[in-house]
């Protein structure tokens, strides 16, 4: 898929405009706080649904505006398309590392609900029982709750066996391409293991079973603690380089690499699940990367669409035809 125009009313900073986009590699740049990273939260926006920097939609919209419009015009496989969202007051790179486990879920979720649909339909049932499990083991009827927990968590654990299996399926592909990736990035001085461990190992009716046996061993705990504290909710992945854990002992370096193999792995995942690159958007990795990792990053990124955002449009100009966009104040300047 290529992004040929973007347009932004309300939205962030934004109040009514247009950005025109080539094939190749865009460069958003400019100072800091100018609207950057909006535009490309933007294209985030309207490929998933979904903002990766807020929780609530209306945090989006441009401050004493009651709504934000955004469209894109993109050219897929099978011709033109537009997409578009409208944003009221009443309707969320490397944090993929140093963040929380909520964090990690969420680009597993995004990701994977982009490829499956079995696996957005059954996150989606999954949450929704979770919910009244979590509100039954608030009540105070204890006899209640002992007699009706079996009936949720039949349903429950049915979901969580297939969310469990695409899970350890995609980061079984994600894997092995991080790490070749990640390798290439650092020229072979560091390694990058992704994975769940031995935790989902089983077809989904086994790790249903699985599931069921552990949230029945824990009954006490749970209403205790008045959740259910077990299951694919409380997922996180194990992301180690060079054999340590990176989410602790990473270099702010080593942390922004490890991000881009992982979202640049995912890229490929993409194309081959669907015989096109999606637009790989890139907000502010230059800054911490040292020249070759740039340099690598440049070419890696050869033959995508890519939305990058720097201060400085020149770090990113080694012998590539760039698109430079840069924009002040939520304008975009010639």
Not at 123 to 141: A, F, M, P, S, V
Not at 302 to 322: M, N, S
């Amino acid at each position: 898929m290529r992004i040929k125009k973007l347009n932004l009313k309300n939205f962030r900073n934004y109040i009514d405009e247009s950005i025109d986009f080539s094939d190749g590699l865009n460069v958003l740049f400019g100072r800091n706080a100018q609207g950057k990273t909006n535009c490309a939260e933007a294209v985030f926006y309207l490929c998933t649904g979904s903002s990766p920097r807020c929780r609530r939609d209306k945090q989006l919209i441009r401050h004493g505006e009651s709504f934000a419009e955004i469209s894109a015009v993109a050219e897929g496989l099978y011709g033109d398309i537009t997409v578009s969202a409208r944003i009221s007051e009443n309707s969320r790179e490397i944090r993929l590392i140093q963040d929380g486990p909520d964090e990690r879920r969420r680009f597993l979720n995004v990701s994977i609900s982009q490829l499956s649909k079995p696996y957005y339909v059954a996150l989606t049932r999954y949450n929704k029982i979770l919910e009244q499990r979590n509100n039954l083991l608030k009540n105070r009827d204890g006899a209640l709750v002992y007699d009706t927990l079996p009936v949720w968590d039949e349903q429950l654990c049915k979901y969580a066996g297939i969310i469990a299996c695409k899970r350890a399926e995609f980061t079984g592909m994600l894997s092995p391409v991080s790490a070749d990736i990640h390798s290439e990035l650092t020229d072979g001085a560091e390694t990058l293991e992704i994975s769940f461990g031995r935790k989902y190992a089983g077809t989904e009716k086994e790790l249903a079973d699985k599931f069921y046996a552990e949230l029945s061993a824990n009954y006490d705990r749970d209403i205790r603690l008045g959740y259910t504290a077990s299951g694919p909710h409380r997922d996180d992945l194990d992301i180690l380089i060079n054999g340590t854990d990176a989410k602790t002992f990473a270099s702010q370096g080593q942390t922004r690499t490890a991000a881009l193999s992982v979202k640049l792995a995912e890229v490929e995942i993409f194309k081959k699940t669907s015989g096109e690159y999606p637009v790989l958007i890139l907000d502010d990795v230059m800054s911490e990367l040292d020249l070759p990792r740039r340099k690598k990053l440049a070419g890696r990124t050869g033959g995508l669409q890519t939305i990058l955002t720097c201060t400085h449009a020149e770090r990113v100009l080694y012998g590539r035809t760039v698109n430079k966009i840069r924009i002040e104040g939520g304008k975009i300047k010639s």
